[in-house]
């Protein structure tokens, strides 16, 4: 059945609303941004948000929700086709890289989030885990890389992106990290792992 205008227009309004809250969310911070602030961004009056979000909770979980999905689905999509360590690490960070903003408030305040937000949190590391643990396994098989537990070696990858998200200020303070550090963080990463140095050839 086709919508009516009003349905039209509400819908219209409820992504204008997780738009402005995703903007602010990357901005300001998830938990410091207000109700009102997103009803005076979206230039709607302060019932209508709670009109369609009738808790501040409710609001966080679907803008999370919706942008985590598409966090998660870019990493995906970008790590499928990856067949060694180094580009796969690549990808992850282009994932990132398109949503940086928010992806860092993810990482800085994701302990404070609602319950339902942080399994998306969960999923969105799942989405790279996947991948990892493949190429990681391949890769320990043929001796390319140092034998360790593979919740070790992605903890550490993750830990290492995170650390430099979250100290963003300091590293990048024109807010871009993953353009300044990320091919810096991929090639320290593989010096890690690797049995040659990270120079990527097949053990001797």
């Known amino acids: 059945m086709k919508k009516s205008n009003r349905q039209l227009q509400k819908v219209q309004t409820k992504e204008t609303l997780l738009n402005k809250a995703y903007q602010l969310f990357s901005s300001q911070g998830i938990m410091n941004t207000r109700m009102s602030d997103i009803a005076q961004a979206a230039g709607v009056s302060h019932g209508t948000v709670f009109a369609h979000f009738q808790t501040q909770e409710m609001l966080i979980t679907e803008v999370i929700e919706t942008y985590g999905e598409k966090i998660a689905r870019r990493t995906h999509e970008a790590a499928g086709t990856c067949e060694h360590m180094e580009e796969l690490l690549a990808a992850h960070l282009a994932g990132i890289g398109e949503f940086e903003p928010f992806y860092a408030r993810l990482v800085i305040e994701n302990r404070l989030l609602p319950p339902e937000a942080r399994d998306v949190w969960v999923s969105i590391q799942s ?16 001796g390319q890389s140092i034998d360790l537990p593979l919740y070790f070696l992605f903890n550490t990858w993750v830990g290492l992106v995170h650390y430099y998200l979250v100290n963003g200020d300091l590293f990048a303070p024109e807010g871009n990290v993953v353009g300044r550090y990320g091919d810096t963080l991929v090639d320290h990463y593989m010096k890690m792992i690797r049995r040659d140095g990270g120079k990527g050839g097949e053990k001797e």
């Open 127 to 142: 989405a790279i885990s996947f991948h990892f643990s493949q190429v990681a396994q391949r890769e320990i098989g043929s």
